[in-house]
C-alpha cells in the first residue's frame, strides 16, 4: 500500500458501508430479541438473541475501529485545528440536526407502543438532560456520533504523540514485533487488563465502561493504519484472527456468556463469572476485527472506488434508519403473523425507504450538508483518504 497522500484506501469506503449495513440489520432483529428495545414482538427467538450478541460483540468495536483509521487518514492532510472543525462539521452538526428531528418520533412511538401516557414533544423538550458520557438522554441509535465526537477530542492528544518522534519510536517497535504470523492478534493482550479492571465490556446502558471499551477500539484502529508493516500483519493473519473471534465466541455461548451478560448489564461488578468472559469479548472482539479488516484488504472488489452516490448516502442512511425501522415495527409486530413472516416483511421495507430516504437527503444542496454528507461531489473526486 502507497503511504503518498492522495491514495485513497477503497476497501476502508467499502468496510464502512457494510458497517452501516450491519447495523442497520442489527436493529431490524432487535424487535424479536430477548432483550428489552423501543419497539417489541410478543414472540421473541433465542437465537436471535445470540445472533445479536455476536453481532454486538464486534459490529460496534468495528464502527469505530475504522473511525480511528478515519482520524489517522484525516491527519495526514489536515491541522489539529481543521481536525476538530472537520468532525464538529461532519459530526455534531448532523447530530443536532438529527436529534431535534429524528429522536422525538422515536420517543412518541416507544411510549405509545409501551402504553405510557403523557408523550409529546413539549414532554421530549422539556427536559433533555442525560447521563454521562451521553449528556443528553433519548439519543437513540445517535449515542453512536456522541461517542465519536468525543473520541476525537480525546484522542487527538494521543494521536499527535503517535505521529511525533516519541510515539513513532513506540509504532515502530510495535510494528516490528507484529512481523511474525500471528502476532498481532497480542494486540488485545495489553487491553484486556484494561478492560477487566474498569468493567470495560459493551453493553445497552452506554456507560463509561462502553465508553473505555470502543475508545479503545478507536485508538487500535488509528494505531494499525500508522504503520504499513501494521497493515499488512492485519491482512497476512485475517485467518488466524477468524479463528480466534469463533473459538472465543463459541467458547463464550458455550460456558453461559449470554446469561452472564442480562445479568451484568443489570449490575455491572467483578465476580468469578466477570473474571472469565471479561478476556473471553476482548480478544473475540479483536480477532472478528482483524479478520473483517484483513478480509477487506484482501477482497479484490474492495480494491476499487466505491461508488461515490452510495458513499455520499451512508451518513444520511445510518440517521435514518432506526426511525423508520420503528415506525415499521409498530405496525408489523402487532399483526397476527409469525415471527419470520414479520421480519420478511420489516427487513425489506425498512430497507428499502431508509436508502431511497437517504440518497434524497444525499443529493439536496444545502440539506446534505446538515445530514453529514461532505460538501460537494469533487470532495470524493479528489482522492483523499477518508473513513468517518
Known sequence: MADGVGQRLSYLDWLRVLAVVGVFVFHTLRPFDDADWHVKNAERSEGISIGIAFLGLWGLAFFFLLSGAGAWLALRWRTA?????????????????????????QYLLEESHHGRPGASYAAFFGDLAGDAPLWLRDTYHLWFLVYLLQFALLGLPIFLWLRGPHGRRLVDRIARWCTRRG????L??????????????????????????????????????????????????AGPGLVLGIVAFVTGVVTGIIDFLEGWWEDPGYSWAYLWYSPLITLAVWGWLVAVLGGGMRLRAFQRPLPAPLARAAMPFFLVH????????YYVVDWDAGLWTKYAVLMPAAFLTSALLAWLLSTLPGIS????????PAAVARGRERVD
Open 322 to 329: 432506526q426511525p423508520l425501522i420503528l415506525l415499521i415495527a
Open 183 to 186: 502476532t498481532i492478534l497480542l
Open 369 to 376: 450538508t446538515l445530514f453529514g454528507v461532505k460538501r460537494g
Open 81 to 105: 485545528g481543521g481536525f476538530v472543525k472537520e468532525r464538529l462539521l461532519r459530526l455534531l452538526l448532523p447530530f443536532v440536526i438529527a436529534y431535534v428531528l429524528l429522536s422525538p418520533p
Open 188 to 237: 488485545a493482550v495489553p487491553l484486556v487488563p484494561v478492560h477487566l479492571l474498569l468493567l470495560a465490556a459493551p453493553g445497552p446502558e452506554h456507560g463509561w465502561g462502553e465508553f473505555l471499551f470502543f475508545f479503545d477500539f478507536f485508538v487500535v484502529g488509528f494505531l494499525v493504519l500508522s504503520d504499513d508493516r501494521l497493515i499488512a500483519a492485519v491482512r497476512r493473519d
